[in-house]
């Protein structure tokens, strides 16, 4: 057997507002948080503490409701991986038609001044925007699970980040930029290894190359250096 709606952990009493246009009604109240906002990766647990804060205002055709919905989010930074639990707040301007509103729209238009004509057509591209939820149980209650839903889901983060410049994770390593900014590797792209080898190979050519020639001008600088001492000597011999 349902049961009433009035045992909706959402449902909100407005059977005194209706009777009232004009009226207003204040809610700020804590509702559990409906199935279906999300996934495992980013999302809003269900029954956690949802804040619904804002007004309800009785126009002609229905009740107006203002305000703002606050849940706790859970997600993961797109960069870095790391977990993130903050509290999302939304504005939310939606409306609650009466369930005989739209069979006596046109014949209230009729009677009605051009200030009650117009508030009808503002609310009637409303209808188009999608912003519109029933009363249940006769008008009595406002439900506003799916309210809940359907603006929390629509207002997730596509890519949430920690923080605006998160630095991300190394791509090497997967070391965490943002804990170790100086964080590096020295890595030779792969498409140049061969010539690096080919480098190498020439230049331990030239050395080889090199070494003759060097012990050539070692050889000749010994020769001038002994050439060079027997003249020091002859001079000092003659001076004596």
């Known amino acids: 057997m349902a049961s009433h709606p009035s045992q909706s952990p959402w ?21 559990p948080a409906p199935e279906g906002i999300g996934d495992y990766v980013i999302g ?5 503490d949802v804040m619904v804060d804002g007004d309800f205002d009785a126009v002609v055709d229905g009740l107006m ?25 939304v504005d939310v301007c939606v409306f609650f038609p009466y369930a005989d509103s739209r069979s006596n729209r046109s ?20 209808d188009e925007s999608g912003n519109v939820y029933p009363l249940v149980a ?17 207002e997730l983060p596509l890519q949430p980040l920690c923080e605006p410049d998160c630095r991300g994770l190394c791509s090497q390593c997967g070391e965490n930029l943002n804990e170790h900014p100086d ?6 792209d792969i498409r140049f290894a061969a010539l690096e080898d080919l480098k190498a190979q020439l230049e331990q050519n030239e050395k080889r190359d090199d070494l003759p020639e060097r012990c050539d001008l070692a050889r000749e600088g010994n020769s001038e250096r002994r050439a060079c001492s027997g003249l020091k000597a002859q ?5 004596s």
């Open 107 to 126: 014949d209230n238009r009729n009677t009605r001044g051009d200030a009650d004509e117009a508030e009808s057509q503002i609310w009637d591209e409303n």
């Open 138 to 154: 006769g008008g009595d209650f406002a439900d506003i699970e799916a309210l809940i839903r359907d603006t929390m889901v629509s």
């Open 183 to 188: 964080h590096h590797h020295d890595v030779t």
């Open 65 to 89: 409701f203002q305000g703002s919905i606050t849940a706790p989010v859970h997600a993961e930074c797109t960069r870095c991986l790391m977990p993130l639990r903050r509290d999302w707040k």
């Open 235 to 239: 001079c000092a011999f003659n001076a």
């Open 11 to 31: 449902a909100v009493p407005v059977a005194q507002m209706a009777a009232r246009a004009g009226s207003s009604m204040s809610l700020h109240r804590v509702f």
């Open 44 to 48: 809003v647990k269900p029954g956690s």
